[in-house]
């Protein structure tokens, strides 16, 4: 697959950060193969001493920061440690759901090879809070606050919800697909129908932290071309 060149990713620079909008299937690290392009590669090839403070999913798109230097480095993991790191996500959901500030604490056990589940005995403190934004017939367009940021946490929260992320197989995510939500839609003969979005539909839309102790800064990542395409097209055939 191919990837836009770093400095394009760039959504804000200084001489400690580099904020960046990762594109959707790029891992932020090393995956175990090691072989594949990943974005902390990228990023030393453009900074030698990038460092990656955070990680995202790698179908998730959106805002991530990378540090220039040790000391930034040091800055910004104390202020995810501490949750001094304000982050907001962008999903769209299936089904129509009202959610008005609803917060949801049901602590995440990590069994292990990318898995996990719902442990109220054994699992760490998990916190979201969800903001429903846009209602269309089939789906929801949502905010999502992770106070904490544990491994797939706003991906089983919502699934909890019985409203899981559009495309999010691995926790009962249906693709969407144009059929579903445009009248009198027909497939040419033997022509099979492909999801409108590749992956799960779900975007670092902000992220908001400290530059220097005294300096906050906040960061909006757009949206990549196909999640505005499944938004676009929900507005036109869904709404």
């Keep these: 697959m191919k990837f836009p060149k770093f400095a394009d990713l760039i959504l804000f620079e200084n001489d400690d950060v580099i904020v960046v909008n990762k594109p959707p299937f790029l891992s932020s690290l090393d995956e175990r193969e090691g072989g594949e392009v990943n974005l902390l590669r990228l990023a030393k090839g453009y900074w030698e001493d990038a460092q990656i403070c955070h990680r995202l999913d790698k179908e998730t798109s959106g805002a991530l920061i990378i540090a220039k230097n040790p000391e930034a480095y040091r800055m910004v993991s104390m202020q995810f440690e501490k949750r001094q790191v304000k982050k907001v996500y962008h999903a769209i959901i299936d089904g129509t759901h009202t959610f008005d500030n609803l917060l949801i ?13 719902i442990s109220r005995q054994e699992g760490k403190r998990a916190e979201t809070w969800f903001q429903s934004l846009k209602y269309f017939k089939h789906y929801t367009l949502v905010e999502c606050r992770p106070v904490t940021g544990r491994m797939h946490q706003i991906r089983i929260h919502l699934a909890t919800q019985r409203a899981s992320i559009a495309g999010d197989e691995m926790y009962k995510g249906e693709p969407v ?17 492909l ?3 590749k992956r799960f539909a779900l975007h670092a839309y902000e992220v908001t932290f400290k530059i220097t102790p005294g300096t906050e800064i ?7 071309k196909d999640f505005e395409t499944l938004l676009k097209l929900l507005e036109k055939f869904d709404s």
């Design 105 to 117: 604490d049901l602590p995440i056990l990590n069994v292990g090879k990318g898995n996990v589940t």
């Design 177 to 193: 697909f144009l059929s579903k939500i445009k009248r009198k839609y027909h497939l040419a003969k033997d022509q099979e129908e």
């Design 195 to 197: 999801p409108i979005m």
């Design 218 to 224: 906040t960061i909006h990542a757009p949206y990549p």
